[in-house]
């Protein structure tokens, strides 16, 4: 059950990045602003795979966290005037997926630190995120154009 909201939280971000971003496009603040979301995601798990549970290290955990789920709302001034209500309410279910997401990965911590789902999540969100960069790089927006011209 520990691990539901990360499938929940996976199938939206591929409905949000994979169906919706490449529909619009994104402007140059999200280009920036995505790949950040990710790398604050990421920090949160490295800290995961690299210190052991302790009660200060669980608030350490715990700061990165909030860090994470404040910052991830930056965009949202951009999104106001670009995307559509359903992609509104998409990241709407992140912004209720994140923290729960962070929650159980700290259960899964502290509980059964042997489980190798928080290594597998952080190489995920590392090429999730090394996607990201490639993919909205205006090195890739030069490839695309130049193959799209006749």
Wanted: charged share 15%.
């Amino acid at each position: 059950m520990l691990y539901l909201p990360f499938v929940l939280q996976g199938l939206v971000m591929v409905v949000d990045e994979f169906i919706l971003h490449e529909k619009r496009r994104l402007q140059t603040w999200e280009r920036y602003g995505h790949p950040l979301d990710s790398l604050s995601v990421l920090l949160a798990f490295l800290f995961l795979m690299n210190f052991p549970w302790s009660p200060v290290n669980q608030n350490i955990y715990i700061g990165i966290c909030v860090v994470s789920c404040l910052f991830i709302t930056k965009d949202e001034f951009v999104h106001y005037e670009q995307s559509s209500a359903f992609e509104h309410w998409l990241h709407a279910l992140l912004f209720l997926l994140h923290p729960v997401t962070f929650w159980c990965a700290g259960l899964i911590w502290k509980e059964n630190p042997s489980d190798s789902f928080i290594r597998i999540q952080t190489f995920v969100i590392f090429f999730f995120m090394v996607y990201q960069i490639i993919r909205w790089s205006s090195v890739w927006q030069k490839l695309i154009t130049r193959s799209t011209k006749p």
